[in-house]
């Protein structure tokens, strides 16, 4: 899969950063100071989308023995200051440097053009072209769709729930694949929507308390399965749904292993998984071995870029539930059903 935009700590470029040390990668290709990662809105610690990214980063780091620096998001930051640290990385030495979010694509298409040797990669974003940019993007629509029908077969009430970060065509993909595979399972069930904030500058993606007053609000509704695409947001719909006892499904990362929702977990029925860490480190993978990518790199089911996590128990024991979603994750694969992604 592929790769996303950079980040680096210089001064008043982003709130912390670390960075790691390390030699040269075993293969003898790589002469690079190592990965640079620049999260999105919501930061290292989201339980989903970023940290989705810094698994790909530590095991790149790891498995090819090189060195890596990330570095966090400002509150209210512009353009200029992911320009300046995406710079900062560039002339640092790191290679390849990923910006995780469409946010950072202005900031990558000038980096780029200024560092022709170095490669960059972009997460969620496919209108930077240029042969040291690789695209990352996936079809988010497909893995949305599973857990409709999720959704769906499990509801005690046909009437379930979508919450959205932020108002914006890309998470509209995951809202569009969401109702259509719920509706395959029931055509008539009642779907709750709601977006928290209209751009990503009002904290769609980064305030748990914006994403818990929402879900309350649908539970209050009658939706007693609800998925979010909310990024740090979401931790609110899981405690909400928590505490409701209801169901949640989680987004990007399987949050119901994520150690800080552990306390939520029972009620985490899975997750839409979206491969930004495999995307990541195959950049990283590619870069070190001296054939970057570049151009657009989708991940979808039957590259296992985008998924369905299984891990609670209790959605395994749901034996129709489970027969249902993965022949829907079939149909797609095969061809027999195509995914709206709006």
């Known amino acids: ?86 710079e900062t990385l560039a002339k640092a030495g790191y290679n390849p440097i990923i910006g995780v979010g469409f946010v950072y694509a202005p900031a990558v298409k000038e980096v780029s053009a200024k560092f022709p040797k170095i490669t960059f990669g972009i997460i969620d974003d496919n209108t930077v072209q240029s042969k040291n940019v690789a695209d990352l993007v996936f079809h988010e629509e497909q893995a949305s769709y599973l857990a409709g029908v999720a959704a769906a077969k499990t509801t005690k009430k046909n009437h379930i729930g979508f919450i959205g970060g932020v108002d914006i065509p890309l998470i509209h993909k995951f809202e569009a694949g969401f109702v259509q595979g719920a509706q395959s399972v029931n055509p008539k069930i009642k779907i709750e929507k709601q977006y928290l904030t209209q751009t990503p500058q009002e904290g769609g993606f980064s305030s748990p308390d914006k994403g818990k007053d929402a879900a309350n609000g649908q539970i209050e509704a009658g939706a007693d399965v609800i998925y979010h695409a909310a990024g740090l947001s979401g931790q609110g719909v899981i405690q909400s749904a928590a505490e409701h006892k209801v169901w949640a499904i989680g987004v990007d990362s399987d949050q119901y292993r994520q150690s800080a929702l552990a306390k939520y977990k029972d009620w985490i029925l899975g997750s839409a998984l979206k491969n930004v860490g495999g995307a990541v480190y195959d950049l990283s993978k590619s870069v070190v071995q001296g054939k970057p990518l570049n151009g657009e790199v989708r991940g979808d089911l039957k590259s296992g870029g985008v998924g369905f996590a299984d891990s609670n128990p209790k959605y395994q024991a749901m034996k129709d539930v489970v027969a249902a979603v993965d022949k829907a994750k079939q149909d797609i694969i095969d061809g027999k059903v195509t995914v709206k992604t709006q």
Do not use: H, W
Request: net charge negative; aromatic share 6%; proline share 2%.
């Open 1 to 86: 899969m592929a790769v996303a935009v950079v980040a680096l700590a210089a001064a008043g470029c982003g709130k912390s950063s670390t960075e790691s040390a390390g030699g040269s990668s075993e293969s003898g290709k790589y002469s690079g100071k190592g990965i640079g990662l620049a999260y999105d809105i919501g930061g290292k610690g989201d339980q989903s989308f970023n940290d989705a990214a810094f698994s790909g980063f530590q095991k790149a780091e790891q498995e090819f023995k090189i060195g890596g620096r990330d570095v966090e998001p400002q509150d209210g930051e512009t353009d200029p200051d992911k320009v300046q640290r995406l």
